[in-house]
T-cell receptor, first 114, second 114 residues
Framework: AQSVTQPDIHITVSEGASLELRCNYSYGATPYLFWYVQSPGQGLQLLLK??????LVQGIKGFEAEFKRSQSSFNLRKPSVHWSDAAEYFCAVGRYNQGGKLIFGQGTELSVKP | NAGVMQNPRHLVRRRGQEARLRCSPM?????VYWYRQLPEEGLKFMVYLQKENIIDESGMPKERFSAEFPKEGPSILRIQQVVRGDSAAYFC????????????FGPGTRLTVT
């Protein structure tokens, strides 16, 4: 069965520190990969996506993610975290032949210490 | 460009009543997806619609739930005879095509069943 795993439910980092949020997927074919961010009480905002090509993708707000097929991973990174990055982050996977339906991970809640 | 719009943002219903959630996709988008987010969980796909067609309803509960996307007007997610377990945030997303297009999410409707 297709699945997305975000192993870390909650992460706390200090402002200015680097960040890496993990995402592993289980899929039979090449997936389309997304990271979304959700602030409390808000909808989801697309941070970045991977469809094909360069496996290191750049997104908004200084985020980047790297697709590693051998590890079935799509980890999200940011070199220096800002207090405004505190939010919940969701990794999602889709497949073209499934009509665009997205499978989401459980989410990782990020807290930022001053 | 207006984003995906959902209304109402908050909805309170008593057990046994009907809930109607509305979603207007982004301008130029003709594909709509509904997801449900239960407390402390990620988003779960419910249904995928194009104008006047249900494409994939594999995530919809078998009873009490229905969705439509008429030729004119917003997409509607209807929940009949609501129960406490229906309390959740319901998100609508839209895309401009099927498959490999990114989905843009609305702010969600938070349904509370008392």
């Amino acid at each position: 069965a297709q699945s997305v795993t975000q192993p870390d439910i909650h992460i706390t980092v200090s402002e200015g520190a680097s960040l890496e949020l993990r995402c592993n997927y289980s899929y039979g074919a090449t997936p389309y990969l997304f990271w979304y961010v959700q602030s409390p009480g808000q909808g989801l905002q697309l941070l970045l996506k991977y469809f094909s090509g360069d496996t290191l993708v750049q997104g908004i707000k200084g985020f980047e993610a790297e697709f590693k097929r051998s590890q079935s991973s799509f980890n999200l990174r940011k070199p220096s975290v800002h207090w405004s990055d505190a939010a919940e982050y969701f990794c999602a996977v889709g497949r073209y032949n499934q009509g665009g339906k997205l499978i989401f991970g459980q989410g990782t809640e990020l807290s930022v210490k001053p | 460009n207006a984003g995906v719009m959902q209304n109402p943002r908050h909805l309170v219903r008593r057990r046994g009543q009907e809930a109607r959630l509305r979603c207007s996709p982004m301008k130029g988008h003709s594909h709509v997806y509904w997801y449900r987010q239960l407390p402390e969980e990620g988003l779960k796909f419910m249904v995928y619609l194009q104008k006047e067609n249900i494409i994939d309803e594999s995530g919809m509960p078998k009873e009490r739930f229905s969705a439509e996307f008429p030729k004119e007007g917003p997409s509607i997610l209807r929940i009949q005879q609501v129960v406490r377990g229906d309390s959740a945030a319901y998100f609508c997303a839209s895309s401009q095509g099927q498959g490999i297009y990114e989905q843009y999410f609305g702010p969600g409707t938070r349904l509370t069943v008392t």
